[in-house]
């Protein structure tokens, strides 16, 4: 074996240089499994459902979810948006068991989250142009008690002067 200049060597033979490029890649890859880990705690849960409004059609949209025992829903939204200062977004969300006459609304206040991915936000005067990729809206609904079948209905509800670009709800588990 040629001499390597006096590199130390481990008890296989391995040069200590080449052990120290494995230990290098081993933290690596630690540290990018641990950040997809820690973007996927940041980002809810499991993905429900996605409803997506246009600007020419923000009439309501259904889905049905089924929520285990405990589980909550948690409302998440995507936006590209210019709008005036005063202006609100919400959503509006009736959810009702499928075994019950009655269902409960949530509302939720888009612009205001309690949590946001990739997001930016210009104001000139009066105007704001605000987008976000990802946020986590301060609303949810649960835990439920038992194993359900939800019917969830969702309608954005606008006051003022909003240009939608992008809009869209998502329900996780």
Do not use: H
């Not at 246009?54 to 049905?64: F, G, I, M, V, Y």
């Not at 969300?93 to 612009?111: H, K, R, W």
């Not at 439920?144 to 670009?165: F, K, N, W, Y």
């Amino acid at each position: 074996m040629p001499e390597l200049g006096g590199c130390l060597e481990s008890e296989d033979d391995m040069p200590s240089f080449v052990m120290q490029r494995l230990g290098i890649r081993a933290l690596s890859d630690a540290l990018a499994l641990g950040a997809m880990l820690l973007l996927g705690s940041c980002t809810g849960g499991e993905a429900l459902k996605r409803f997506e409004f246009k600007s020419d059609a923000l009439d309501s949209q259904l889905t049905t979810v089924n929520v285990p025992a405990g589980g909550e829903l948690s409302f998440w939204n995507s936006l590209d948006l210019s709008y005036e200062l005063g202006s609100s977004v919400t959503f509006r969300v009736s959810i009702q068991p499928q075994d019950a006459s009655s269902s409960t609304e949530v509302e939720c206040d888009a612009l205001n989250p309690s949590m946001m991915l990739m997001s930016s936000k210009t104001q000139l005067q009066n105007r704001v142009n605000q987008s976000w990729k990802l946020a986590r809206m301060s609303c949810g609904y649960g835990p439920v008690v038992e194993d359900q079948r939800l019917q969830v209905t969702a309608v954005p509800v606008l006051s003022g002067s909003v240009e939608i670009r992008r809009l869209v709800l998502e329900l996780k588990r």
